[in-house]
């Protein structure tokens, strides 16, 4: 109980702190830009435009999640050490895990709340220049918080032992990685080296799946989804995110502070 | 270990490696000392001597390669250590989007407060640091010198047995400082231990019951005020001159005192009593007029470059 007292604490002011920083504002108008640009775009395509707004929007809305959990994430843990803003707080009886979660929490709750604001714009566009809202694209955007979820947390990782140039280095090299990881599957399976095809399971093993939580086709062309399409991306996400914050808590747990 | 002790540091040592070549850099050397319940433990040293790091080993907001430290008798490592610290950085820095009302309700939820008792501290505390009219802004405006204060605040709110501050005069202005002298003796008669580390002696003089000297990371002396200051006191005695002194001055050279000579006085400067005693027994032998006699009392500055100097040889 006093565990959740602290890590709600922690939460809490490092959503406060989140959310009253402009910079968050930024992001936000500048997705909000791009959305709209989707739109005129889709005016001028030759297909069918309604599914392009979706389309472009759902890749918009996903992207801009991630953009604002690796910008702001690299420095979350990093600008704390080097503002010595984390002295005093760490030298409250609060243990470093609590602290790890905490932060987590409340950097994971600000940036949801920027993303489902740039999603409800996505949906009043496609409720008025689109195909209406469907199932399907509130599932789309459910999963797609997932992978934006995840890189909050791998970006918090990073930036609790290095600098942001190298947390953002990082971050993007498994976003992308990430983002093909099916292909390193297919690579594999044609791969008849044994040396290079157990370096390559490896990798793949320990780079995030992103592929799971993208069903953007499904939720364009309004295609049929199963249960388990939504449970198992949903629990892979949750296992994911508790092995990043375990290895987060390990790392930091060992780090002096400057 | 004491049950009396608030601190207590036993012959810590911490090396940092820098660089590509990882080259070892000694911060601390063996560090050993002990803080009494209720008592005032001056920090002293200079820039980069090691009192930072050492507050870092006593927080543990870093881990000593050798040695151990405990609070109240719990391990340093361990964060209940701290239930009862409250500490204040050297150069305070909070978020800088939420207000002084908002920092306090944190730090007092870290410290497992309840939500009466957050409020009530909280605008006391307010009260104690002269930020009323003010808690409610965010702090990006503040000037170093209210950081301070928002610094003390939070260090206090959890009430806590020991205050560990790192440089608190560091950045105030002569109003601040005499202030904070204030809240410093207020604190001390509430019967709170007081751990302050500092390079500006005057400070340690007019507040601490004790003090460290720590140097390139060692400690190289802890004590009492007064044994510190007394290892660099002694008597000054003045003597008419009363022609050619020869054999008084001959055996004044020989006891390795300091002795300085003008038209009409000897002036000798003796380490301490037994000194003072053998000093006058030789003068009246030697027919001298005793002018006068005055007790030499050094500062801490000068008790303090003693030994460093005393380390460097």
Known sequence: MEALNRISAVALTTFRETIRNKVLLHLFGFAAAMMVLGWVVSNWSLGEPEKIIADIGLSVTTLSGVAIALFSGIVLVWGEVEQKTILPILAKPLPRRDYVVGKLVGFGGAVSIVYAGMNLLLLLLLLVFGEGITANILFSIYLSWWEVLIITALALLFSSFSSPTLSALYTVMLFVAGRFSEDIRIYISDNPLAYSRWILESVYAIIPHFGAFNIRLEAVHNLQLTSGRLLIPSLYGLAYLTVIVVLTTIVFRRRDLA | ?313
């Open chain 2, 1 to 313: 270990m004491p049950d009396s002790s608030a601190i207590l540091v036993d012959s810590i040592g911490k090396t940092y490696y820098l660089g590509v070549r990882r080259r070892p850099v000694e911060a601390l050397r063996k560090v050993s000392f002990e803080v009494r319940q209720g008592e005032v433990y001056a920090f002293l040293g200079l820039n980069g001597a090691g009192k930072t790091t050492t507050i870092k080993m006593l927080l543990d907001h870093a881990r000593p390669s050798t040695g151990r430290c405990s609070l109240f008798g719990i391990d340093s490592r361990i964060p209940a250590s701290r239930t009862r610290v409250g500490y204040m950085p050297d150069l305070p820095n909070f978020y800088r989007f939420l207000s002084t009302t908002e920092q306090l309700d944190y730090f007092g939820r870290l410290h497992g407060l309840g939500k009466a008792e957050r409020l009530d501290r909280s605008r006391r505390l307010i009260q104690l640091v002269g930020l009323q009219g003010r808690e409610n802004e965010p702090l990006k405006g503040f000037s170093r010198g209210m950081l301070q204060r928002v610094g003390l605040a939070q260090a206090l709110i959890g009430d806590p047995a020991l205050l560990i501050l790192d440089e608190p005069l560091g950045g105030l202005d002569p109003m601040g400082r005499f202030e904070f002298h204030k809240i410093i003796s207020d604190l001390k008669a509430e019967g709170r231990t007081i751990f302050f580390s500092s390079h500006i002696l005057e400070d340690a003089e007019r507040v601490a019951d004790r003090v460290g000297i720590i140097h390139q990371g060692t400690l190289v002396a802890s004590g009492r005020m007064a044994e510190i200051v007394m290892k660099e006191s002694g008597f000054r005695i003045e003597f008419r001159r009363s022609g050619i002194d020869q054999p008084f001055d001959t055996i004044v050279a020989a006891k390795d005192w300091q002795v300085s000579y003008d038209e009409s006085l000897v002036t000798i400067t003796v380490p301490d009593e037994s000194s003072l005693t053998l000093a006058l027994a030789m003068a009246v032998q030697a027919n001298l007029a005793v002018y006068t006699v005055t007790p030499v009392r050094s500062t801490l500055e000068q008790a303090f470059i003693s030994e460093l100097e005393k380390w460097k040889h």
